[in-house]
């Protein structure tokens, strides 16, 4: 499987075929997506901070209590190729193909702008799933939510590698006797927001408070967070 990205570069347009050109460049410790128009190149980019340093406005992931998933992006933009309302309706355009294989809509965009603050300019954009299963298939990145048995029988093999905040070894026997935990399973590296508090995760998880974890240095192909209902 292919590894994830230490310092947490992430597109902003996962799978959108308008934009004609979509690749992954992957290799141990670091990821891309690269989304094109045409012949202009539209590269949007962040990078994570160094280490133990804070940013607000970074890409995350918050997964409510019934699976339903927020995912605030944000990215380096220039205004020199495309407006926010553009980019919107490239969104808007592949989102609605998407939904028209559903009876009801399973994404929407609930917000697109753009954010500037001292020499940066960014693109906000906050988009809503119906469940961890749309996020995953419109993306094309894996993701999980639900209870460690769900996530067995669909399966996931549940890591016995996982350790507490501090850094202490899941037990033995925690996850046979704990098969009704939700548990978190990801390959995508946004910070993640939790609907309950993180017993247990993946080495290398850093947590903001019990609910939000920043996982941009695991190492490992999949983040696990177990959480404590």
Not at 76 to 96: H, P
Request: with cysteine.
């Amino acid at each position: 499987m292919k590894k994830k990205n230490d310092l947490d570069i992430i597109t902003l347009f996962a799978r959108w075929e308008i934009l004609d050109f979509y690749s992954k460049l992957a290799g141990r410790g670091s990821f891309n997506k690269i989304a094109a128009l045409g012949s202009i190149a539209l590269i949007l980019a962040i990078a994570a901070t160094g280490c133990g340093q804070q940013k607000q406005d970074v890409t995350t992931m918050t997964i409510d209590p019934e699976g339903k998933v927020t995912y605030v992006i944000y990215e380096d933009f220039s205004e020199d190729y495309y407006s926010a309302d553009e980019l919107s309706k490239m969104a808007e355009k592949e989102i609605a193909e998407y939904n028209s294989e559903y009876i009801s809509p399973k994404i929407s965009i609930e917000d697109a702008e753009v954010v500037e603050d001292d020499d940066n300019v960014r693109v906000k954009l906050t988009m809503t799933f119906d469940s961890y299963s749309d996020f995953s298939n419109f993306n094309q990145e894996s993701l999980f939510y639900g209870t460690v048995k769900e996530a067995r029988e669909s399966g996931f093999t549940v890591s016995t590698g996982l350790v507490d905040e501090n850094g202490d070894k899941i037990p033995d026997s925690y996850l046979e006797d704990h098969e009704d935990k939700h548990i978190i399973i990801t390959d995508d590296r946004a910070r993640i927001q939790t609907p309950y508090g993180i017993e247990y995760m993946s080495n290398g998880t850093t947590l903001n408070g019990k609910k939000e974890a920043d996982i941009s240095a695991v190492t490992a192909d999949t983040v696990q967070l177990l959480l404590s209902k």
